[in-house]
């Protein structure tokens, strides 16, 4: 138990969670405290979340990497479904004995009866194996569902639409769409069985909300996504001012404190503390909004807007081919919708496709006057320049010069940066800071560097 | 103590857990380690604290935290004024002037704070650390020696143990990450907005003689708002004054003229209120609700 236990908190290390031994030791203490002789997986499950992982995410992620060690768990699938009406139940209790697949009009019958149980028991009861050879998740689903008898019973579903009421076929329909979600999740533990470490840690990655890449998140991480971004929007940009004001910590201040003190027969009983307070800076944020970007753009709208209290002022420009600003957009509506909005205006996109060089040479020609020493600007995108020779990195100079600083924020990695039309490199010497930024854990990196 | 006996004892006290949590506090105590829980506004972390404290016959101490909170305000601060009056009487007495050891930094002209009364207490407390995420990362560091050896340093006087060791329960509502120094110290629990069952029986619990009608139809309309995009969705305890005012004004059915009625109770904002406006106004929307 104790090697199980310290190789799912190694495990977690690798994937960019940082358990430390004391962590895994509070987790083995518990558990032998328990006096559990059997691993129970829903202990387990709990424990690892609130000894090692500790995240309003780590529920999932623990129950996901539990399952694919374990399998599934009635009472956790349940959980993490919503489907509370599901009680336990194994093949056994069910009639099956291990390895044996439900006749068709069985499972027909379960579907048709809204039975998900026997669904689940009959999944996994049956002893699928996958070839070692097999990679493509969807092969391996089509082979499942074939061995499970899903294609049959869907086509005998479809048969009979016509004698079962519309009701009655789309209850059916969902429990086949579950049924198809179980056979996923199969599919997902048997090639597991076969990957290699470095591969499963790669699956692992991809499930953290802090890993996994902006341009390749699903709908399923969006959520804990948005929840960590808007966490680190605290940290952007938010310099120390000149100015001090009367504070109840910080230096003392001589002058003030002897002036306090006449009223107190020139005795100083009370100091007088005086503290810098941090200045609003202006912001300007630079959009690229092609299509290729476009998640980096959501979150990176989110990430800025989340903090508008630590910015005096926050300008916003859009661009794909022609730069266009963007800030009465976002003046009068929440940022989501003001970017939903951009999104149909054509002013910024007339080729549609990126032209960094155009964009900043008109930017140049219209804003840069406008740019002073309270400005920060931040500019976001691919840099990918679709080959135009027109690359105008001698604007970005100037930009640094006018302004308090320059950060350019990119989705690719540094080694895609001089990768096909990416010409990051070029425009890379000419800003404050120019930093890959393909998940929440780089932003925070970034945001430790300004 | 186990988890049967917590969740009874939390119930005793007005409180209604999940399995989880009741869990999660056993593994606190087993361990004798602080709980971290996060969660959103309103969920029931503080008022976990408070039933927790009830159920061990404990004295809770609560450091309610805020941006630019330091040590002088949570660990301890010297009294600046006696200090001052006490030299000044020495001199006063001592012509010479300041005679021979004085000595103001003595434990008598220290100001005890939250943390170290806490360790300082002659029986153990429960520690309350509310919203540790409106401190900064430097308030942070001051915690970490307390959260890990009981003990709190005193430049001018040395290292002061814990005479008891309290049981130390942080809140934060994940506006910002903690630092992996504080978290590692702690055990962490995340505390959402409770299920429809676990949040009728705390409706029933303050409100034994609600209607049983009345208690689906506000569970399942508070369903229903917590699904809509707000800036701030209704916490726990403004359902309750909701509730209140629903019993008061004798109110058996969630019809949607009560519901428009009422709706600045559980929304803080003039947006979710206009938006909760044109939803419930919205027949489909409303449906369901009151053949709950």
């Keep these: ?450 | 103590m186990n988890v049967d006996q917590i969740i009874l004892g939390l119930r005793e006290n007005c409180y209604i857990p999940d399995e989880n949590t009741a869990r999660v506090l056993n593994y606190s105590l087993l361990l004798n380690k602080p709980l971290l829980i996060e969660g959103p506004a309103g969920a029931g972390k503080t008022e976990l604290a408070k039933a927790f404290s009830q159920l061990l016959g404990r004295e809770l101490i609560r450091l309610q935290c805020y941006e630019g909170i330091d040590e002088s305000q949570a660990l301890y601060e010297w009294n600046y004024q006696k200090q001052l009056l006490y030299i000044q009487g020495k001199s006063f007495s001592e012509k010479d002037g300041i005679g021979d050891g004085v000595d103001v930094y003595t434990r008598d002209f220290l100001l005890h704070r939250p943390l170290l009364k806490a360790i300082e207490n002659p029986t153990p407390s429960i520690l309350l650390i509310d919203e540790i995420d409106k401190s900064d990362e430097e308030f942070e560091s001051f915690l970490l020696e307390i959260l890990s050896d009981w003990q709190i340093t005193i430049p001018e006087i040395g290292t002061i143990p814990a005479i008891t060791i309290p049981f130390v329960i942080l809140t934060s509502n994940s506006t910002r990450n903690l630092s992996q120094a504080l978290r590692r110290r702690c055990l962490y629990l995340y505390l959402d907005y409770p299920t429809e069952e676990r949040e009728l029986a705390i409706l029933k619990i303050h409100f034994p003689m609600m209607k049983d009608t009345l208690g689906k139809q506000v569970i399942s309309f508070i369903r229903k708002t917590r699904l809509e995009r707000l800036k701030k969705h209704p916490s726990i305890s403004e359902v309750i004054d909701w509730v209140d005012i629903l019993e008061k004004s004798n109110i058996e059915n969630l019809v949607p003229q009560v519901a428009l009625n009422t709706l600045n109770i559980l929304f803080k904002y003039r947006e979710d209120v206009l938006h909760m406006e044109e939803k419930i106004s919205q027949e489909d929307w409303y449906n369901g609700i009151l053949h709950t």
């Design chain 1, 1 to 450: 138990m104790e090697y199980f236990i310290l190789n799912i908190g190694i495990l977690l290390r690798k994937t960019g969670i940082n358990v430390t031994i004391t962590e895994i030791r509070d987790c083995i203490k518990v558990l032998k405290s328990l006096n559990v002789n059997k691993l129970n997986q829903f202990d387990i499950y709990n424990l690892i979340n609130t000894t090692m992982i500790k995240t309003p995410w780590g529920s999932e992620y623990a129950q996901w990497l539990i399952e694919l060690y374990f399998g599934p768990d009635m009472e956790l699938l349940s959980d993490r479904t919503g489907l509370l009406t599901y009680g336990r139940g194994t093949g056994k209790s069910l009639g099956l004995s291990t390895g044996k697949i439900m006749s068709l009009e069985k499972l027909l019958q379960a579907v048709l009866n809204d039975n998900m149980q026997s669904i689940f028991a009959a999944v996994y009861n049956s002893n699928f194996d996958v070839e070692p050879w097999m990679e493509d998740r969807q092969d391996v689903l089509k082979m499942l569902q074939a061995q499970s008898l899903w294609d049959e019973v869907s086509d005998s579903l479809v048969q009979m639409q016509d004698k079962i009421s519309n009701e009655q076929y789309n209850a059916a329909a969902n429990i086949m769409d579950e049924w198809n979600e179980l056979l996923k999740e199969e599919a997902e533990r048997q090639l597991a069985k076969n990957m290699s470490e470095e591969h499963l840690l790669m699956e692992m990655e991809k499930r953290n909300p802090r890993r996994v890449s902006f341009l390749e998140s699903n709908d399923d991480l969006i959520l804990s996504m948005s929840r960590e971004i808007q966490k680190l929007g605290k940290k952007l940009a938010v310099r120390k001012g000149r100015r001090r004001r009367v504070s109840s910590k910080g230096i003392i201040s001589l002058p003030k404190t002897i002036r306090k003190s006449l009223k107190t027969s020139g005795i100083p009983v009370n100091l007088v503390r005086m503290k810098r307070t941090p200045s609003k800076p202006d912001l300007w944020i630079i959009c690229d909004m092609s299509n290729s970007v476009s998640k980096f753009i959501y979150f990176m709208n989110m990430f800025v807007y989340s903090t508008q209290q630590q910015y005096s002022h926050i300008r916003s420009f859009v661009f794909v081919d022609r730069i266009m600003e963007s800030t009465e957009y976002f003046n009068n509506t929440d940022w989501e919708s003001a970017l939903n909005n951009l999104k149909k205006i054509k002013a910024y996109n007339i080729t549609g496709y990126s032209h960094y060089g155009n964009m900043l040479m008109e930017f140049a020609g219209n804003y840069l006057t406008c740019l002073n020493k309270q400005t920060t600007v931040i500019i976001l995108g691919d840099a990918r320049n679709n080959g135009n020779s027109l690359e105008s990195s001698e604007v970005l100079k100037e930009i640094k010069e006018k302004a308090a600083a320059l950060y350019w924020l990119n989705p690719l990695t540094k080694d895609q940066w001089n990768e096909k039309d990416c010409i990051m490199r070029r425009y890379e010497p000419n800003c404050t800071i120019a930093a890959s930024c393909s998940n929440v854990e780089e932003l925070e990196r970034f945001l430790s560097l300004i």
